[in-house]
């Protein structure tokens, strides 16, 4: 097993950003479950060939399509650990330590918000879940009941990830009216028009309820301004929720505290540990800002816990969150932080941020056109030959990204914006560098020669 780990590593400076295989894996299903086993060169044969190698690289410097960052290998130790020793992680009083390690790491992001005292949190599986928690949370602070649900209404934009509608539903919001509030010509959330639709909502006798903005879109990365949406949120008593799932731990930055002004403001936010901490998939943080309307939410208990005695000042995370059989996932977090610090992380952080500009700069250059500047690390872009009308810009640029995907040294993706199919640079795995960069400038430029006339 160390073997294959470190046969992975000694190649990760290589390994393409995307793999395209004919059989896509399937020869994983050569080896079904059985009454017997197989040897372990064996299996883990099957999982280097089938498993790792298919598909997208996301522990590769190459991978610059989609948010999450590879997962430093000292949180791949902190799994390691945790599974190892297999402590309970949901109940203070089965398992004190990870609930200490936990709530530790809850008050660390709460203050890096700039949340106060009373604020409380959990670590979940991701951000969609940490989504779940918030708007659950949110739904019952306010008292709303299933009869009130159609006249309550949600604001956000379309820039906002569909983790919220589908949260919504899982919720029982299905009936909740959605407002996509009009974006300024840098995908932002405009204040002004925020405050219009609410004010049109009141005298038409429906709920504002919720008002959901973004720290860095999914899309290109743009960040709502946060400060004046929350000025409109508090004077409307709306539930202000910030997506920071991406941009959240840019805070540790000093662009990243600028850009994200007033999200200390909001009554909740999620931030993924997972992306912005390049730790592996698997962690969602979500924050409420007072711990007593998200533990009416969502703790409840059973006779057989009557065993279970409370602490004082730690809260058990099965008592904050759907989550009882709570896997211990608050160590892959605590021991990166804990043996390097967090100047290696801001350092990297910084890193992205200044790539994200350099890219922006030089594939103008080479006549893309190109999106708005970044707030973050996200860049759009896409090439229009003089003369090419949408259709064929799209047609254009839907062959750039899939002749990449095809090579494989790096790995792009695009989105829709306005109806024009765009290319999208995301510049957050903690092993892209300026060579990383260099290569997905050189690849589009191939790219684009190869398109001739």
């Known amino acids: 097993m160390v073997a294959s780990s470190e046969r992975f590593l000694r190649q990760i400076a290589t390994l393409k950003g995307y793999i395209e295989t004919d059989d896509k894996g399937i020869g994983l299903l050569d080896r079904p479950i059985g009454e017997h086993g197989i040897p372990i060169e064996d299996a883990i044969a099957v999982f280097e060939r089938d498993v790792v190698r298919p598909g997208a690289s996301t522990a590769s410097g190459g991978h610059l399509a989609y948010i999450p960052g590879g ?46 005292a009373t604020a409380a949190g959990n670590i979940a599986s991701g951000g969609s879940i940490a989504t779940l928690i918030a708007i659950v949370t949110a739904r019952d602070a306010h008292g709303l009941e299933g009869s ?34 009009p974006v300024d010509d840098r995908f932002r959330m405009r204040p002004d028009a925020l405050a219009e639709a609410i004010a049109l909502d009141r005298r038409q006798g429906l709920r504002p309820w919720l008002v959901v903005a973004a720290a860095g879109t999914t899309d290109t990365g743009a960040v709502d301004p946060l400060d004046a949406i929350a000025s409109v949120a508090e004077r409307e008593h709306c539930w202000f929720h910030v997506d920071a799932a991406y941009g959240g731990f840019f805070l540790l930055t000093e662009h990243g505290r600028q ?19 390049f730790l592996p998939y698997g962690a969602g943080i979500v924050l409420v800002r007072e711990a007593k309307l998200l533990a009416a939410a969502h703790g409840y208990s059973g006779h ?22 709570k896997h211990f996932r608050a160590v892959r977090m605590w021991l990166p932080l804990t043996l390097l610090g967090t100047a290696p992380f801001r350092a990297a952080l910084d890193e992205k941020l200044l790539l994200a500009h350099y890219f922006y700069q ?35 640029n839907q062959a750039i ?14 989105t829709m914006l306005d ?19 260099d290569l997905a400038l050189r690849v589009l430029r191939e790219q684009v020669a190869a398109l001739g006339d």
Not at 372 to 394: H, K, Q
Request: net charge neutral; hydrophobic share 40%.
């Open 259 to 277: 850009a994200l002004k007033g999200i200390e403001r909001s009554q909740s936010v999620v931030l993924d540990p997972h992306k912005g901490l």
């Open 148 to 181: 009130e649900f159609a006249s309550a209404v949600v604001y956000l934009t379309t820039q906002a990830h569909y983790c919220v509608e589908k949260s919504l539903r899982i919720a029982g919001l299905r009936e909740a009216q959605l407002r996509f509030i």
């Open 362 to 396: 030089e594939i103008h250059t080479l006549g893309f056109e190109v999106g708005p500047p970044p707030d973050l690390s996200i860049v759009t872009y896409r090439w229009v030959p003089p003369g090419a009308d949408l259709e064929r810009a799209n047609q254009i």
């Open 401 to 414: 990204v899939d002749g990449a995907r095809r090579d494989g040294r790096v790995f792009l993706s695009s």
């Open 71 to 116: 997962g430093i290998y000292h949180g791949a130790l902190g799994d390691y650990l945790a599974a190892v020793s297999n402590k309970y992680a949901g109940v203070f009083f089965a398992g004190p330590g990870p609930v200490r390690m936990e709530n530790l790491l809850i008050r660390w992001v709460a203050d890096l918000v700039s949340y106060p």
């Open 419 to 437: 109806g024009r199919f765009t290319l999208r640079l995301a510049v957050l795995a903690f092993r892209t560098h300026r060579r990383s960069i």
């Open 304 to 325: 057989y816990m009557q065993d279970a005695t409370r602490e004082p000042g730690e809260v058990s995370p099965a008592d904050l969150s759907p989550e009882q059989s």
